[in-house]
T-cell receptor, first 114, second 116 residues
Framework: EPEVTQTPSHQVTQMGQEVILRCVPI?????FYWYRQILGQKVEFLVS????????KSEIFDDQFSVERPDGSNFTLKIRSTKLEDSAMYFC????????????FGPGTRLTVL | AQKVTQAQTEISVVEKEDVTLDCVYE???????LFWYKQPPSGELVFLIR??????QNEISGRYSWNFQKSTSSFNFTITASQVVDSAVYFC?????????????FGSGTRLLVRP
């Protein structure tokens, strides 16, 4: 069964460093999303991506964040200069041929900023 | 504004008991989608069910059943004869959007603990 994969599973970084979180969506999916979950809290939408551009972004997704689909398979989230409050689990999700299709999530990347 | 409320923060039951997880949503749209996801202790988000706003038929899948009522804006989830493996955080989510983005708005989750 196809699934969304994410690497690394855990990333530890120093405040101010850049991090890139990687995702491989399900192969025939067209819509891609990033969400984050601060420990013990709800899952929050960050950004959606379709046809090689951002469709929608939340207030959380400020200028420190960027997304990219550098090739036909990877979907990345970059945080340019990490802050302590960026520590969270980051989930990638993808959905199929229709924008209303169900989103399937990857296992997440736990980011710890020291 | 769109909102999902899961008033039950934590529920603890003994194995084989039935348990219902409540979800109430707010939306101005007439077309929307509702979901339940399970987050086991390992942390991933597992899709359980999806419901369209125009389909109020209740659904049963094994020990799981869902009750969607537009009149009360609720989408409740019942686990019959709970098992220890059902222990997890359960999230209700609402999806609505536009042409190229249907983001999910999650509730705060209900932590279910099933004791042997």
């Amino acid at each position: 069964e196809p699934e969304v994969t994410q690497t690394p599973s855990h990333q530890v970084t120093q405040m101010g460093q850049e991090v890139i979180l990687r995702c491989v969506p399900i192969s025939n999916h067209l819509y891609f999303y990033w969400y984050r979950q601060i420990l013990g809290q709800k899952v929050e939408f960050l950004v959606s991506f379709y046809n090689n551009e951002i469709s929608e972004k939340s207030e959380i997704f400020d200028d420190q964040f960027s997304v990219e689909r550098p090739d036909g398979s990877n979907f990345t989230l970059k945080i340019r200069s990490t802050k302590l409050e960026d520590s969270a689990m980051y989930f990638c999700a993808s959905s199929g041929g229709l924008v209303t299709d169900t989103q399937y999530f990857g296992p997440g990347t736990r980011l710890t900023v020291l | 504004a769109q909102k999902v409320t899961q008033a039950q923060t934590e529920i603890s039951v003994v194995e084989k008991e039935d348990v219902t997880l409540d979800c109430v949503y707010e939306t101005r749209d007439t077309t929307y989608y509702l979901f339940w996801y399970k987050q086991p202790p390992s942390g991933e988000l597992v899709f359980l069910i999806r419901r369209n706003s125009f389909d109020e038929q209740n659904e049963i899948s094994g020990r799981y059943s869902w009750n969607f009522q537009k009149s009360t804006s609720s989408f409740n989830f019942t686990i019959t004869a709970s098992q220890v493996v059902d222990s997890a955080v359960y999230f209700c989510a609402l999806s609505e959007g536009m042409d190229s983005s249907y983001k999910l708005i999650f509730g705060s989750g209900t932590r279910l603990l099933v004791r042997p």
